[in-house]
Every structure is written in structure tokens, then in C-alpha cells.
């Protein structure tokens, strides 16, 4: 083929070296505006992995990068005149221009040619004078080649919210450096690294109000040094900051990250009577944030991916290995994207964390991407992650009023107490408020019972009941339990001492009431779907239907409804104490009732109750400020929400922050942050740990406790949630409903068995630790064997 790569950056010059390698015949030009051996820019990092990507494409040029690196293992964090080391990440950084050089000469080497001082204009011109079979865009974030194709590649370009620069530095690291330093005006961030023997990256970093605050869009580029030079004096002992951007004037070396993701990668041009696919690699294609040190890496990896489906599926034609190309790396560049995203959006609102003390906002910091989790840093430094845990430990217990106790391993944070009022959870794990359809008339009976008792008898701390309903025409479905007569109050009762007599969990249970979803089948006959007979008439904060053209029409509640249903909450509030409820949580998200009234989508009202958020908010604050009255004030209530819509004009996670300080300020505890199903228009963004996000602006931006919910399966989840400070709790669902002792399974698969067991589990729980301590032997017998030696080891007994 004729190649053409429009760009000499890092994809270009790789994605040309592994062609010619593949095959010598390629006719293959470089075309690049600077000059020879010439570039803009500092260091570059990757990590351990992307080096052995870059062995296995061409070890020739990767051992010429690695005799270039600098390699550390270390992250210094350094906060409020502290420093926290965490070891064992694996990071190499290069100089640009060194790297680049290297591709250069293995190009020149390969055969590969290199065309300079040429600003490509038009790529179509380019691509006849070089008869190009193929086009490769390469030319960076501004890409005018994905400018002039716009339509076909369909670019999503988001311009963030901070600034920064690019500056260097003498001054030689040992670790990567992650500085913060508050001024009048804000925060602002350095993220430093050496890359060769006598140079080091410095990037500085802040949200763009401060750097307006600051002024730094009045200097000139030497003022703007010099005030970095200031601010981070002490880390620079005594040396100077420099620019490598002097064609900027002023502040314009200062700039905003644009995160780029186009939907396609691939434009075809008829050239001379061919079809020839203008194909985008690197920058062109997509950006990740500077602060997981990814651009690079995903440009290399480009190229190498682009290179081995020319390799695979060569003969079957160029659309097939395009096609092959973009399916495979946009998916991994998704991965990566993601976890920018996160840790881009940290940066953004460091001011978030600086309530935090310097352990857990390092700690913060480190996981902040969440591709990084506790049992990740567990394996890179075991020691960081013990010396933190019992940090975290003496922390909780401390705030607790309990004295730690000694273990023979560092407690996990999912396992530390929590008080809230006068309530000590013995650990952060929670049963979710799960719907079971199995109360007859309102009462709870034996299948509630079990249930409950199991799950609180299986280490969680806190179990909380479905949601309890305060009338009948509260009701989800005929088989939801209520809190509406005598008899519900008993039976409830009755759940509640076997807990308390059996178990050190506490017991919560959950008031709503179901709105306009409500009279509906139980799930195993049709989700949401209406009864075909004895509905019961529904209320909702203004006339709709769930389901259109399918649910039953609720009407707009009135001011006499609206006094009843509060007066139901009072109710069931009475009687939730009267059962021995420890925890009486209020239910607002999901659509339900009080739901309805906080949500735009489902708010239509033109009376008090209508219009503004605080206005949304009156009734639901009216019915928590009435039950907190008559609540005993040693217990907590807590506060579902749905912390996000998921539909365009609904509730927000800013929403959220503001209904969390409302709430908060009636009196409220903590905020149970989940999200969605207020209306079947939502389009949800599903992964691990998903809603956890809310939880952590509404902890850390709302000054309240929170639970975070939704697709947290595994102790690493919890515990790097709780760790980080990202939520107070964690609720568990469908995973306790597999296994009710989830919490005393996590426990012992991390090794940690001096939690408190039910008696009636003491022989498992002797099992469990008898096969530890046979790992543990296995482990200590095979240290420094080969797999042959550990095997004939074992054929021997």
C-alpha cells in the first residue's frame, strides 16, 4: 500500500514503523509541520503494562525507549503540610522530544518517509500527490482533518472546567508529586515528575474562577511563572519553573482540557477514482486527561491496534480491517475515557476534599479514577494500605465512643463502627430496603421474619425493611407490608426482638407511600403492570400515568389529601417506634409519592407546592419535619432521594446537593442517594458502583452522611468507598439476597475473621480459619519455587 500519515507525533510514526516492519513494500511518508527533530512539550509517562504492549510490537524500539526512562514507584502526595507516600505503581516517564526522536530514527531506519516543515492544508491534495491507499489523521487534539469531516466522524467535545499549564522544572523527583496549596483566591494543584536525568514535567493546575480570581489572565507568561514559582516554592527547593511556550503571549499557554470522543473513526474520500479511508489515530480520534497520564499511551496502542488488523485480516479488504480497528480500540479507549473522566473530575473539585484530613484525601486522590481499588493498593503496598486502614479504624472508633479493638489484622473499613445519634452500627455494611410481595394484608409474617432475621444474623450492621406502606392506598402491590393498624405494629414487633435478641444488627425500616405507583401487580406477575381488579384510587403531586396509556390515572393530590397523608406518616411513625425500630428512613426517590413532588417530571403543580425546587420540596419537607417531631430524638432518620432522573429536565446531581442541604437542615441524618425510576423515558449510565458518585458529592458537598447504593458487589467495593470517604455506608442488594451472610463471607475471603460470628456459625467459622491457616502454609512452603517445584511438592502430600 501507500500510506499516508498526516501528523508526526508518537501514532503516526509508531502506526508507520510496525507497517514497514510488516511489510517492507509499504510505501509509507510522514508528513509533519515541524522541523526535523523538533517538538513542543515536556515528559511523557506510562505505566509498566503500556511498556510490555510496546515490547511485543517492535522490541527493537522499545528497549531504545526504555534505556530513556526514568522509572519510579512511588506517589507523594502532599497536603495541608503533610506528605503520603503510597509505593509499588510502576511508572517510567521519557522527555517528549526524546521519545519522539527515537521514532524518528526507527522510521528513517525502517525506510519510512519523513516529510517536515509542511502544514497539510488539504489532505485530499496530499493524498493524490502521494497516490494514498490509506490516510492516517494524526494531527492532534485542533485536528483540521477532523474539523473538515465533522459529519462523517460526528465529534463530541466537551471543554472542562480547569486550567493549566505546562512548565519544567531542574528540580529532580523521586515520585510522581501531587502538590496542593490553598490561596485567597483558591486551590490549585501541581502534578511533577522527572523524566530524564536533570528534568522534571510540572504541570499546574486550577478551576478556571480561580485562575480569574488570581489575575492570571492579566500577566504576561513570565508574571504567571513567577507566581507558580511562589506558590510552590517549597517543593521546588530553590528551582526555577520554565516555559518552553515562548511563541504564546501572555496567559495563552494556559488552556482548558477539551475531552474529545468522536462516534466514528473512519472517512472515505473518492481520490482518483478510489475510495481511500481517512482513518483517525491519537489525539484526532479522542483525549484522555493529562492526570492519568493516558494520551500517549492510547496513541501508541492506535497504532499498534490498527497494525495488527492490517496483520489479521489483510486479505479479506480495508473495510473489514477498519471496522475490526474501531470496534476493538473504541471499546478500550472507552475504558480509559471512563476512568479520565473520574480523575479528571476530581481535579476539577478538589475543594470538595479539603475537609478531609491528609490520609484519606491521598487515599481519595489515589482511587479517584476507581480503576484503582483498596485490594489493588493492597497489592502495590501492603504496608500504606495496613498503616491506613488502622488509621481509618482509629478514626471510626473514635467517633464512636469505642475503644479499638485488638485483631490480628488491620480492620477492613467496611468492618468499622459508625454512630449516628445515639445508634453504633458495628460496621458500615447494609441490607438494602429490598420489596419482597409476600405480606398478606399489610402484615408482615414468617417470611419476614426469615428474611430479616438472616440477613441480620449474617454480620451486616444495619438491616433495613422493605418499604413499609402508611395506609393501604399506599401500597405498591396488595402483598407490600404496612405500619397502618394494630396488627402490622405486632408483627413487626415480633421481627424486630428476634433481631435485637438474636443479632447486634440494628433494624430500620423505610415509610413511603407509593403515589401513582401504586395498585399494581406483584413483580412475578407483571412489574408496574395495573391489578385487573380491586384497584384502589391513586394520588401523585399532580395528575399522570406511570405507565401511559397503561397505569392507572392518578390524580393531582389535594391540600385535604395532602393533610391526611401526612397525618398517615404520623402514624406509622408512632408505630415504627412502638415496634422498636432502631432506624426510620423516609422514602422520596423512585417516583413514589413524595418522590413526585420533588421531581420536575412529575411536578406540575402552580400552587405553593409547585414550580421552585424549595417549592417541590414543601411537602416532603412537611411530612419529615412531622415525623421528626414525634421520632424519639436519639434516633436517626435517614432520607432516600433519587439523586438523578436520568432524563433531560429532571433532577440533577446539583439538584440533589440542594434537596440533601434542605433536608439536612429540617433535621435529617444522613441521605440514602439512589437514582432513576421516576419516569420509564430515563436512560441510565449503568456500571460498578454507578450511583456511588452521587453519595460522594452530596457527603462531601452537602456536609451530610450518606448511603451509597447500586451495583456494589464485593468488599473492595465497599471498602474503597468507605475509605475514600465517598459515602458513610454501603447498602448491598441483590448480593444479600444470594447470601445472607455476605457480610461474614467478604470478611473471611479478605482473611479478617475476628469480627463477631453468631454463636450458632462458631464450626464454620473454625473451618474457615483452619483453611487460611493451611493457605497460609501453603504460601510460606512455596515461597521461591518454581510452578514444577510447588507441583511435585503437592504430589507429595
Not at 509498566?48 to 530513556?68: C, F, K, M, P
Not at 514535567?201 to 507566581?227: C, H, N, R, Y
Not at 468492618?415 to 402484615?443: C, E, H
Request: with cysteine.
Amino acid at each position: 500500500m501507500n500510506i499516508l500519515c498526516i501528523g508526526g507525533g508518537p501514532a503516526g510514526l509508531y502506526f508507520s514503523l510496525l507497517m514497514k516492519k510488516q511489510d517492507p513494500a509499504h510505501q509509507i511518508t510522514v508528513v509533519e509541520r515541524n522541523r526535523p527533530y523538533d517538538t513542543f512539550g515536556w515528559g511523557v509517562v506510562f505505566s509498566d503494562q503500556t511498556l510490555g504492549n510496546l515490547v511485543n510490537a517492535d522490541e527493537q524500539t522499545a528497549r531504545s525507549i526504555l534505556q530513556s526512562f526514568n522509572h519510579w514507584d512511588d506517589i507523594d502526595t502532599h497536603f495541608k503540610g503533610q506528605v503520603v507516600t503510597s509505593g509499588g505503581h510502576g511508572f517510567c516517564g521519557i522527555g517528549r522530544k526524546r521519545l519522539l526522536n527515537i521514532l524518528q530514527e526507527r522510521c528513517e531506519e525502517l525506510g519510512v518517509k519523513l516529510v517536515f516543515e509542511t502544514d497539510v492544508a488539504d489532505d485530499q491534495a496530499l493524498a493524490r500527490e502521494y497516490a494514498a491507499d490509506l490516510v492516517i489523521a494524526c494531527d492532534g487534539l485542533n485536528s483540521r482533518v477532523r474539523t473538515r469531516y465533522e459529519q462523517s466522524y460526528q465529534p463530541d467535545i466537551d471543554t472542562r472546567k480547569c486550567r493549566f499549564v505546562w512548565l519544567g522544572t531542574k528540580k529532580l523527583f523521586s515520585a510522581f508529586t501531587f502538590a496542593f496549596e490553598e490561596t485567597e483566591h483558591g486551590w490549585f494543584q501541581a502534578h511533577a515528575y522527572q523524566y530524564d536525568g536533570d528534568t522534571a514535567t510540572f504541570i499546574v493546575e486550577t478551576p478556571e474562577e480561580t485562575w480569574l480570581k488570581s489575575g492570571i489572565d492579566q500577566m504576561s507568561q513570565e508574571e504567571a511563572v513567577a507566581f507558580c514559582e511562589k506558590l510552590f516554592a517549597k517543593y521546588l527547593d530553590g528551582n526555577a519553573l520554565m516555559s518552553n511556550a515562548s511563541h504564546l503571549r501572555g496567559s495563552a499557554n494556559w488552556i482548558k482540557f477539551p475531552r474529545i470522543i468522536c462516534k466514528n473513526w473512519v472517512h472515505w474520500n473518492q481520490i482518483n477514482d478510489r475510495q481511500v479511508p481517512v482513518v483517525l489515530m491519537g489525539d484526532a480520534a479522542h483525549t484522555a486527561h493529562f492526570s492519568i497520564g493516558s494520551g500517549t499511551k492510547l496513541a501508541l496502542e492506535d497504532a499498534i491496534e490498527l497494525a495488527c488488523s492490517f496483520e489479521k485480516h489483510g486479505k479479506q479488504g480495508m473495510k473489514a480491517v477498519l471496522e475490526e480497528y474501531q470496534a476493538l480500540r473504541s471499546v478500550e479507549v472507552l475504558k480509559i475515557q471512563s476512568a479520565a473522566r473520574n480523575s479528571m473530575e476530581w481535579f476539577e473539585n478538589v475543594k470538595r476534599y479539603t475537609a478531609m484530613e491528609a490520609p484519606q484525601f491521598a487515599y481519595s486522590m489515589l482511587t479517584r479514577s476507581q480503576r484503582l481499588s483498596h485490594e489493588n493498593l493492597r497489592t502495590r503496598d501492603s504496608a500504606y494500605v495496613r498503616s491506613f486502614e488502622e488509621w481509618i479504624a482509629e478514626q471510626a472508633y473514635a467517633r464512636a465512643g469505642l475503644p479499638v479493638p485488638k485483631t490480628r489484622s488491620a480492620i477492613p473499613p467496611m468492618l468499622t463502627p459508625f454512630k449516628l445519634r445515639d445508634v453504633v452500627l458495628k460496621n458500615r455494611i447494609v441490607v438494602s430496603p429490598m420489596a419482597q410481595y409476600s405480606a398478606v394484608d399489610g402484615i408482615a409474617g414468617d417470611y419476614h421474619l426469615v428474611h430479616l432475621g438472616s440477613r441480620a444474623m449474617g454480620g451486616a450492621g444495619l438491616v433495613f425493611a422493605e418499604m413499609t406502606c402508611v395506609s393501604a392506598d399506599a401500597r405498591i402491590t396488595p402483598a407490600c407490608p404496612g405500619l397502618y393498624a394494630p396488627a402490622h405494629t405486632q408483627a413487626w414487633k415480633r421481627i424486630v426482638d428476634f433481631v435485637h435478641a438474636n443479632t447486634d444488627a440494628k433494624i430500620a425500616v423505610q415509610l413511603g407511600h407509593a403515589g401513582a405507583k401504586g395498585s399494581t401487580c406483584v413483580a412475578w406477575e407483571g412489574t408496574d403492570q395495573p391489578l385487573k381488579e380491586d384497584n384502589w384510587p391513586l394520588v401523585s403531586a399532580s395528575e399522570q400515568e406511570y405507565l401511559v396509556g397503561i397505569s392507572q390515572r392518578a390524580r393531582a393530590a389535594s391540600l385535604e389529601d395532602m393533610q391526611r397523608i401526612k397525618a398517615d406518616f404520623v402514624s406509622s411513625t408512632m408505630a415504627a417506634d412502638e415496634a422498636g425500630f432502631d432506624w426510620l428512613e423516609l422514602h422520596c426517590a423512585h417516583g413514589y409519592l413524595l418522590s413526585s413532588f420533588i421531581s420536575p417530571l412529575t411536578n406540575q403543580r402552580q400552587d405553593a407546592y409547585g414550580g421552585s425546587l424549595e417549592n417541590r420540596c414543601r411537602f416532603p419537607l412537611e411530612i419529615f419535619a412531622a415525623i421528626r417531631a414525634i421520632w424519639p430524638a436519639h434516633k436517626p432518620i435517614s432520607v432516600r432521594i433519587s439523586a438523578h432522573d436520568w432524563v433531560e429536565g429532571g433532577i440533577t446531581p446539583d439538584d440533589a446537593i440542594e434537596i440533601a442541604r434542605l433536608f439536612k437542615a429540617a433535621g435529617a441524618d444522613m441521605i440514602d442517594c439512589s437514582s432513576g425510576q421516576v419516569s420509564k423515558q430515563e436512560k441510565p449510565v449503568y456500571g460498578r458502583m454507578f450511583q456511588t458518585p452521587f453519595a460522594d458529592r452530596i457527603r462531601n458537598e452537602g456536609q451530610i452522611p450518606t448511603i451509597a447504593v447500586g451495583a456494589i458487589f464485593e468488599a473492595d467495593h465497599a471498602n474503597s468507598i468507605i475509605a475514600a470517604g465517598r459515602a458513610d455506608l454501603c447498602a448491598i442488594a441483590r448480593p444479600h439476597l444470594a447470601n445472607p451472610s455476605w457480610t461474614l463471607n467478604e470478611a473471611a475471603k479478605l482473611g479478617f475473621l475476628d469480627m463477631p460470628w453468631p454463636k450458632q456459625y462458631t464450626a464454620a467459622k473454625m473451618q474457615l480459619e483452619r483453611n487460611l491457616e493451611r493457605e497460609r502454609q501453603i504460601a510460606a512452603a512455596s515461597a521461591g519455587l518454581t510452578p514444577q517445584q510447588i507441583a511435585a511438592r503437592l504430589l507429595e502430600g
